[in-house]
């Protein structure tokens, strides 16, 4: 497959995978904003939900060799920090 | 994109796909076929899960422009027959 269109489709791929993981993210700042508020305990499971849903698409990259297996890490552990820090903070309160 | 280029990375991802449903139809398989032997409670859980990962495969897969949405609700129904299948044999234990 020609280097060029393999780009473009794995720039694709990348491009999805991290819209896909800002949705995720958004989901975690919202949170976070509203820490002073009750906690909706389906909250976390709705995370996890997703968390899992983007592991399954990243893992569904790499083995297409849209993605390299490093960014999809990268990808996951930056939200999971994120998803720590919520913890803590709901933790804390 | 070339056709034939798009048809290659659409025919691996297809058959990935497939083969992912395939593994899901196994669990399903086993699971009737110790149908005499206790249920194990999670198994229902784990069918779930495995399909909602499938699912996410797909939709990825779709909106990435790989696999026609018609070609993934087929895979994803012919599993829901069996586990539906599987559901009713189940409870009429």
């Known amino acids: ?28 700042e919202v949170q976070l904003e509203n820490l002073t508020m009750p906690q909706c305990p389906l909250y976390e499971e709705v995370l996890d939900t997703r968390m899992f849903g983007l592991s399954r698409e990243i893992d569904f990259a790499v083995r297409l060799g849209l993605v390299e297996e490093e960014q999809g ?21």
């Open 1 to 28: 497959m020609s280097i060029k269109v393999m780009t473009s489709q794995a720039e694709k791929a990348y491009t999805l995978l991290q819209s896909d993981a800002e949705k995720i993210r958004k989901l975690i």
């Open 73 to 93: 890490k990268q990808i996951l552990s930056e939200l999971e920090r994120r998803l720590a820090d919520l913890h803590d903070l709901t933790v804390q309160r």
